[in-house]
């Protein structure tokens, strides 16, 4: 099959919609539950490419959270921690295969953002990470494999109406490729720009050390800003992106939203927020909404006029603005990648607020020796690779 018909385009007026294969041949797609519409196809595409890149550098089974055609949320199937687990509402103690440690820990990120994500898995779905599935607000997951039992788990969701993609591990795409703007069409060679260790070599600041869990969390970093609307920036830790800002005009905006992203991940693992006591049955979509309420400016508010009772057991006690500064200097060991280079050493600085300890850049600014400089005045280590990643 060479075509396939979609729910709608990227709003429900835009009909017809469709994808197909313009030279003829067979989709590598194949739709096992559901019927995905047109940013359904964007998101499962792109966050495809990413996982099966992050899977090829590292070694590691890979998963990505994706949302309006980037990444919430990206990471390795390295083992959850008993913190991870609280933070990510793992409720049960069962073992967790990588793949499923993959997918909790990139849902995780930001779970604010993932909420109605698609999913990507480089490799099969296995009943656990179904199950896991299972119980978030999502639109759909897109895998190389589901086995019987994941893909059963999987129909049973949304009523039937839950999307299941599975695709060609083998299928490579042309090395062209077009699309239409307006009634005119673009074409340029497909990016397939090879990311790896050997981009990491070139350390420009007096610390020259960078252990090789900051190597793994670098091409992390890159690989998701490859797929990640210009301009982007992605702060990573413990081979997960913990802040991904995407498709702000200003640079520094983008350091600034994916540092504050960055802060909340690391908010949720403070002694108050993991003591919180939800009401019983509380849903996870209202557990985070409660918890972002509670990190936010406005908690006083929100908890002086009653409003906890809806969410929390036991009226909780503030975390105070200073006590969140302080919780969040205490944050150490993280990366940032960049998909451009630097402009202006405020990046680096905003970037040392959230505990950022390596940077991956392209270099190239007339202002590098002050990124440099600014990286130096923190002890970071920064390595610039020398090519760009924007996406678009």
């Not at 919609?17 to 041949?25: A, K, L, N, T, V």
């Not at 440690?101 to 099969?124: E, K, P, Q």
């Not at 897109?142 to 129909?155: G, Q, S, V």
Request: hydrophobic content about 40%; aromatic content about 8%; glycine content about 8%.
């Amino acid at each position: 099959m060479n075509e396939l018909e979609l729910k709608y385009g990227c709003n429900p007026n835009q009909k017809p919609s469709r994808i197909f294969m313009r030279d003829g041949s067979n989709l590598p797609v194949t739709v096992l539950s559901g019927k995905p519409g047109y940013i359904n196809f964007l998101d499962a595409l792109n966050s495809w490419q990413l996982v099966r890149e992050l899977k090829e550098a590292t070694g590691m089974p890979a998963a990505a959270s994706f949302k309006h055609v980037s990444p919430a949320g990206a990471a390795v199937g390295l083992p959850l921690s008993e913190t991870d687990r609280k933070i990510y509402f793992v409720d049960d103690e069962g073992e967790l295969s990588p793949i499923a440690c993959a997918y909790i820990r990139a849902r995780g990120a930001d779970r604010m953002s993932s909420y109605g994500d698609w999913a990507a898995l480089s490799d099969t779905c296995d009943a656990r990470t179904a199950q896991y599935l299972k119980h978030e607000v999502s639109d759909g997951v897109i895998a190389p494999a589901y086995t019987d039992e994941a893909l059963e788990i999987l129909r049973s969701k949304k009523g039937g109406r839950y999307n299941v993609v599975q695709i060609d591990p083998t299928y490579q795409c042309a090395p062209i490729e077009q699309k239409d703007v307006f009634g005119i069409t673009f074409e340029q060679g497909h990016n397939d720009f090879k990311i790896d260790r050997a981009l990491l070599t070139n350390i420009v600041t007096t610390n020259k050390e960078i252990p090789e869990a900051a190597q793994v969390d670098m091409i992390v970093s890159l690989i998701t800003l490859k797929y990640t609307q210009s301009n982007s920036v992605c702060y990573v830790k413990d081979g997960q992106a913990i802040g991904v800002g995407a498709g702000q005009q200003s640079r520094v905006h983008c350091t600034r939203l994916a540092g504050s992203k960055a802060d909340t991940w690391w908010l949720r693992q403070h002694p108050k927020v993991l003591g919180l006591e939800f009401v019983e049955g509380i849903h996870r979509a209202n557990r985070d909404n409660a918890i972002d309420v509670y990190l936010s400016d406005e908690h006083d508010d929100v908890l002086a006029e009653g409003e906890w009772q809806k969410w929390f057991a036991v009226r909780p006690e503030v975390l105070t603005c200073e006590e969140k500064a302080a919780w969040i200097a205490t944050q150490t060991g993280v990366t940032l990648g960049s998909d451009a280079f630097f402009p202006f050493g405020d990046n680096v600085e905003r970037a040392h607020k959230s505990g950022v300890s390596y940077i991956v850049e392209p270099g190239g600014s007339i202002r590098d020796d002050n990124v440099i400089e600014t990286a130096d005045r923190y002890g970071m280590a920064m390595a610039f690779t020398g090519m760009r990643l924007f996406h678009h």
